[in-house]
């Protein structure tokens, strides 16, 4: 093993790969950090740049596409309250507010640190446990996954700041625009009226540049013409440190790390969940262990952790089954995929045999991606700052275009525009309405899941339900899911006792 990894950073640190990794990673980064672009459009885009180049060079530059647009994401989401992919989602719930608190260089810089520690976990996960890891996913079927579904779901109420109604409300309305399309398993159509654009349903990325980007710039247009037009903000470098936080910060930030890197890497390796949800269910059980989970949404450092330490985690766990079993963790593997059959490379159980050389050339690149991340970022944090000095009204009509170019580039279509201004409109909304978008995204991102599954689980099980209850990863699912709903019971119950009492007193 140790020969091998040694050949593979032999390979990687040529100066010709050397410097298409660098390359990669920095494009990577740009694809990441801009709305509307992501690590699967850019793999797309640069796959046709590997038909002449061989096996281990083609393939260190996808893996530094996919590391550095993972990463990208949270440059936008933290600056301008925008993911810029799916994966930076739950970033924007604590790395906004801490912009907006001027702490907007000290988000960065524990994104960018805890970026490069989830992806490292997942690597050194990837080329030690892999095997066993992906036997388990194997294990999975339709019972498991829709009780994994299910008590994701459930954690709604946790990403209810406010109103727990208006929580619900917001979770069931994503889980009703995830139906819209050509149903599974029976293959009906449902709520098209009768347009064939909406056969296929809304894809994940409108909905997210919608309910995020556009929303963010009806917001500020309706202040445009106020008299109080707020001045560009206008943060220095001077006197910061490193990356911006203190030692005593990232050591009480470590159990955090650790348990959304296992998050992130579990999910990552569950075939078709990724980075989009890891990143929310990582900072939902981060809120749930805090000591302060009253902070959260209002600039916790604890948010930011678990969000970049599990969307990065995710890399290393969504190239597992892609490497072991030939199946891929997401859509960005999915494309990658592609990149092994451009070169007649079958991924699968018997590669690791094959072609052992390539894989740990791919190991040594995405050890080398992630550290040339790391160094990109940090001197990228003057730049990136940068942005902050360009005028909303002039920035974010570039970003509105960018997006729109995005939207178009997903399938070539003028539907998908459509689609993301109907989604501004509905961000916007749910902004003047009081209304959580989170819970509408996880509505969104589980819906199919736990409808298909559960589907299918029923036809496995001839009708009955009793299948997901005598399934036993099935069944502990389920039943954290009621231990979640009625732990939320209990607290809204002691909350309205003791506000009560508060009022007898007073």
């Known amino acids: 093993m140790i020969e091998l990894l040694q050949q593979g950073f032999g390979a990687v640190f040529s100066p010709y790969v050397f410097v298409l990794i660098t390359l990669?990673?920095?494009?990577?980064?740009?694809?990441g950090a801009v709305p509307g672009l992501s690590a699967t459009m850019a793999?797309?885009?640069?796959?046709?740049?590997?038909?002449?180049?061989g096996p281990a060079t083609g393939l260190s530059l996808l893996v530094a596409l996919f590391v550095g647009a993972t990463s990208g994401g949270l440059i936008s989401a933290i600056l301008l309250n925008i993911p810029g992919t799916p994966a930076s989602i739950a970033t924007t719930f604590d790395g906004s507010p801490m912009m907006k608190k001027g702490q907007g260089v000290k988000a960065l810089g524990i994104g960018v640190v805890f970026s490069f520690l989830g992806t490292i976990f997942s690597i050194a996960a990837l080329m030690f446990i892999a095997p066993i890891l992906a036997d388990v996913a194997l294990s999975f079927g339709p019972h498991e996954y829709f009780s994994i579904a299910v008590f994701s779901l459930t954690l709604i109420a946790t990403l209810s700041t406010g109103s727990l109604v208006k929580g619900l409300f917001a979770g069931a309305l994503g889980f009703a625009f995830s139906t819209v399309g050509i149903a599974?398993?029976?293959?009906?159509?449902?709520?098209t009226f009768d347009l064939p654009s909406l056969n296929g349903g809304f894809a994940m990325l409108t909905v997210m540049i919608g309910m995020f980007a556009v929303a963010e710039v009806l917001k500020f247009a309706e202040s445009a013409r106020s008299s109080h037009r707020a001045k560009p903000q206008n943060i220095s470098m001077k006197g910061v440190k490193g990356f911006g936080f203190s030692i005593k910060e990232f050591i009480s930030q470590l159990p955090n790390a650790t348990r959304s890197s296992f998050i992130g890497l579990g999910i990552g390796i569950l075939p078709g969940i990724g980075a989009g949800t890891s990143n929310i269910v990582s900072y939902i059980a981060a809120k749930k262990r805090s000591k302060h989970p009253e902070?959260?949404?209002?600039?916790?450092?604890?948010?930011?952790?678990?969000?970049?330490?599990?969307?990065?985690?995710?890399?290393?766990?969504?190239?597992?089954?892609?490497?072991?079993?030939?199946?891929?963790?997401?859509?960005t593997t999915a494309v990658m995929l592609g990149g092994f059959m451009i070169h007649?490379?079958?991924?699968?159980?018997?590669?690791?045999?094959s072609q052992g050389p390539l894989v740990y050339t791919i190991f040594a690149a995405l050890i080398?991606?992630?550290?040339?991340?790391?160094?990109?970022?940090f001197y990228g944090l003057r730049i990136f700052i940068k942005l902050l000095a360009v005028p909303k009204h002039i920035l974010l009509p570039i970003i509105l275009v960018l997006c729109v170019v995005g939207?178009?580039?997903?399938?070539?279509?003028?539907?998908?525009?459509?689609?993301?201004l109907l989604f501004g409109l509905l961000g916007y909304g749910f902004v003047k309405g009081?209304?959580?978008?989170?819970?509408?995204?996880?509505?969104?991102?589980l819906g199919p899941m736990a409808e298909t599954n559960l589907r299918r689980g029923l036809m496995l099980s001839d009708g009955n339900f009793s299948g997901f209850l005598t399934t036993p990863i099935s069944a502990v699912f389920l039943a954290l899911a009621a231990a979640s709903v009625s732990w939320h019971l209990v607290t809204v119950i002691r909350h309205k006792k003791s506000a009560a009492i508060e009022l007898m007193r007073s």
Not at 24 to 31: E, N
Not at 368 to 377: D, I, N, T
């Open 368 to 377: 080398l991606a992630s550290l040339l991340m790391l160094v990109l970022e």
């Open 434 to 445: 009081g209304l959580p978008i989170a819970p509408f995204i996880i509505g969104f991102i």
């Open 184 to 191: 599974p398993v029976e293959a009906i159509r449902r709520f």
């Open 344 to 353: 007649g490379i079958q991924p699968g159980p018997l590669l690791f045999i």
């Open 295 to 331: 902070e959260f949404g209002k600039g916790s450092i604890e948010g930011v952790v678990a969000s970049e330490t599990a969307n990065n985690a995710g890399i290393g766990g969504a190239m597992i089954p892609l490497l072991t079993l030939g199946i891929p963790g997401d859509t």
């Open 43 to 53: 793999i797309a885009l640069c796959l046709p740049l590997t038909y002449s180049m």
């Open 407 to 420: 939207a178009f580039g997903l399938n070539s279509r003028i539907f998908d525009v459509w689609a993301v």
């Open 24 to 31: 990669g990673v920095a494009v990577g980064i740009v694809f």
